[in-house]
Structure formats: C-alpha cells, structure tokens
C-alpha cells in the first residue's frame, strides 16, 4: 500500500496525451526510467530470495532486510523534499542514479568473488533506500520543466503506467534471471538499467530554471513544521494519514514474510516466485484503469473508505493458500490487496489535493509521505520478530486484517457523510 508507487494521477486527456510522442526530452526521461523502474522491479524479488537462498537468513534477518530498503524513507524523507528544491533536479537525478549503479551492482561483485555477506546487504538496502528518496523528490519536481502545464496529467499518466506495468514485468523477469543466472546475478539488470537512466537523463537538452532564492530568515526546521502543522491540524487529512500509514505497516509485515511463505511454507520454486508476486501489480494496474468510474458511481469521496473496508476484504485468503492449486490464493488475495490500494490512493490524493492551498502543497505531501513510508520499515521488523515467534502463516492472517481494518480510521471521519470530494482548493492555509 505503499504510497511511493500508488500516487497515480487521472489518465489526462487524450486531445493533449499523443503531443508528448513528439517531444523529445520527455521520451527520453520516460524510456530511461522504464528500463530503471523494469530493473528495481526486478531488485524486489532478487534481494530477499539472495538471502534465503544464498545466505540462508532467517525469518527475522529477512524482515530486517525488508525494513532496511524503507527505513530512508522514515528518515529522510521530510528534509529531502525542502533540500532538493534548493537544487538543479536533472543533476541530482544523474547523481542519484550513479550512485545506485554503484551500491547495487557491488552486489554481484562480491557474490561472484565469495564475499557476499548479510551486513552487505543491509548496507546496500538502506544506501539505495536513501539514493531513491531524493531521486523520487527530483523526479516529481523535473517533470513541469519538461512539458508543458497543460500536458503535466498526461505525462504523469504514462509515467505512472509504466511504473505498474513494470511492477508485473519486473518480477516475472527476476524470477526468469534468478533461475538462470541466480539472485545476485539477477541484479546486475537493476545495475545496468541505472546506466541507461543516466545516459538518456544526460541526452535531455531542456534545462530547467535555476531554484529561486530562499528568504533569509526561513529556515528548513519552519518549512517543514509548517507542512506537519497543516496536516495534522486538519481533521481528515490526519484520518487520511492514520489510515495510510497503519496499512503500511502491516504491509510491511506481509511484504517481509512473502518469499519465506512462499518458498519454505509453500515450497515454491524459486523461479517461479516472481510470477506469483506479479499479481499484486495485474491488481494494480486494474486498480487504475477502473478507479475513476468506481469513483464516479460510489462517489469521489465514499470511494475512500469504501476501497479499504469493502474491497479489500477478500485479501486475507492470501494467507490461506497451500501446497498445490491452493498456492494460487496468494496471487489472488495480493491482486485484491493492491487493486483495492490503488483505488484508495488515487481517491485520497484527489482529496488531498482539493483540500491544499497551493504554496503548501509540497510540504503536504512530504508530511503525509514521511509518516506513511516511515511505517514500511517498522512494518517488516514487525514481521520478522512475528514470523519468528508465532510462525510465518498466523502472521500473515494478522497482516491482511490489519491492513483491512486500517480503513476504519477513515470511516470514522466526516469522509462518512461526503459523497464527492470537493472540487475548488482552498486559498489559504487558515483553512485547514
């Protein structure tokens, strides 16, 4: 449920859509981060089968593993979004990538020279945990210099098919490279599809405007007390949050124990787990086609709690497949679970977005992400103890519940007697 892949925005229109095929810089950023989403992808299934397989960790270092790719995010994440704009965005994208080349690729490297080890891979998860969050923040912030304002829906759009399509590609093709290549094999695809982002980020001629002067007197503490206050302060937006970030948490412990569950409960292939785990993205993808006709007939704003107490139910036969046809209960239930996420987050952030005046929007957003991303890691250590303690399956029942129930929060909010979000922002922050 994690709101790094799910902010998707409404499909745009098709009269400004076909404009971008003819814009060069854009087709560039879009066909390198393609290759480079396609290889993360590839990176999700790879690193956690590395230790089970290769280093035999238990279920406890797994979720500790787990845990060490988010814990940037929990960290980080609230200074990020005020230092990038003090920054020219395409360089840090360059750097961000570089710097992920280096850290994943050191991966294959010790693992074909016999050194690979645990601690390596903690280092390496939370290394490139810290290279994404500021390349995610640049991201978002380079796109407005590459197209025009009235193309930014579209190209967000397709940016953000692209990013669901490669969360099913990506893990059927880690599965395929593990089986013939190996896990640490199989990410020396991540590290070469950052070489490819890099090359065609440097092929962009556009260059973007220098950041605007900072006020003396504003400091990186004020801005983003000011960002914290208005989300906290208002009373849905703090539902909204509360409901976010406890279904990642448990997420995140569902997310911790997959491949264990898979592989030593189920005795999956190791192969073949990437196929299993690409439901959760065909849920995804579905999620988005149908979130704005879902919305137009229960309503913009039901549509929140709806997604979370009524469509998401059915994910908790995840935890109840076994050995046989019964193993294609997980692909099922992961599908529901992130059919029903994708709705929510396209339906909270439409309402996130009504809500904010203009001159808070970004601090909005990065308060609302520091506290929900800062819940994923907390979520797959919670899972590692759990898993070890009452056993990977009961921990998974309580996993998919939690994440279920974590819709009440906004059901019990004024959400419950709105139908549509409403459709004009607000002009000042005293409205919240």
């Given at each position: ?96 990538n570089l710097l992920r080349l280096v850290i994943i690729g050191s991966v294959p490297v010790a693992a ?91 092929g962009i001629r556009t260059r973007e405007d220098p950041p605007p002067a900072r006020p003396a007197d ?107 046809r019964g193993v294609l209960l997980f692909p099922l239930g992961w599908g529901i679970a992130y059919f ?93």
């Open positions: 449920m994690t709101e790094v892949a799910k902010d998707l925005p409404d499909a745009g229109s098709r009269a400004d859509g076909p404009r971008l095929w003819h814009q060069r810089d854009f087709l560039l950023l879009w066909s390198g981060q393609t290759v480079s989403e396609t290889g993360s992808a590839v990176t999700e299934v790879a690193l956690p089968l590395l230790a089970v397989v290769a280093l035999n960790a238990s279920t406890l270092q797994v979720g500790l593993l787990t845990a060490a790719t988010t814990l940037a995010f929990a960290v980080i994440a609230l200074p990020a979004g005020a230092m990038v704009d003090g920054h020219a965005k395409r360089s840090l994208l360059i750097v961000c074909a020279f016999g050194a690979l080890t645990m601690a390596q891979l903690y280092v390496v998860a939370v290394a490139a945990g810290v290279c994404s969050v500021f390349f995610d923040v640049s991201y978002q912030s380079y796109v407005p210099s590459l197209v025009r304002a009235t193309h930014l829906i579209s190209a967000n759009s397709k940016l953000g098919t692209t990013q669901a399509f490669a969360q099913l590609g990506g893990p059927s093709l880690g599965g395929g490279l593990v089986g013939l290549f190996g896990a640490a094999g199989a990410m020396t695809a991540d590290a070469v599809s950052y070489a490819v982002s890099v090359l065609s980020i440097l504003e400091t990186l503490r004020r801005r983003i007390g000011e960002g914290l206050t208005f989300v906290f302060g208002h009373s849905i937006l703090r539902r909204v949050v509360a409901c976010t970030g406890t279904a990642n948490l448990f997420s995140g412990m569902s997310s911790a124990l997959a491949m264990v569950f898979l592989i030593r409960v189920l005795h999956v292939r190791p192969a073949l787990t990437g196929l299993i785990m690409a439901g959760a993205a065909i849920g995804g993808i579905a999620g988005g086609a149908f979130a704005a006709r879902l919305a137009k007939k229960i309503g913009s704003a039901r549509i929140i709690w709806v997604s979370m107490l009524v469509f998401s139910a059915p994910q908790v036969i995840a935890a109840a497949a076994w050995q046989g029903a996420a994708m709705v929510y987050n396209i339906a909270q952030l439409s309402y996130r977005q009504s809500v904010t005046p203009p001159e808070m929007m970004g601090r909005m957003n990065a308060a609302v992400r520091w506290v929900v991303w800062g819940t994923l890691p907390l979520g797959g250590v919670l899972g590692g103890v759990l898993g070890t303690l009452i056993g990977v399956r009961p921990t998974l029942w309580l996993a998919f519940t939690g994440s279920w129930a974590a819709g009440w929060f906004v059901f019990c909010s004024p959400l419950r007697h709105m139908r549509d979000v409403p459709q004009a922002a607000p002009t000042s922050v005293a409205t919240a």
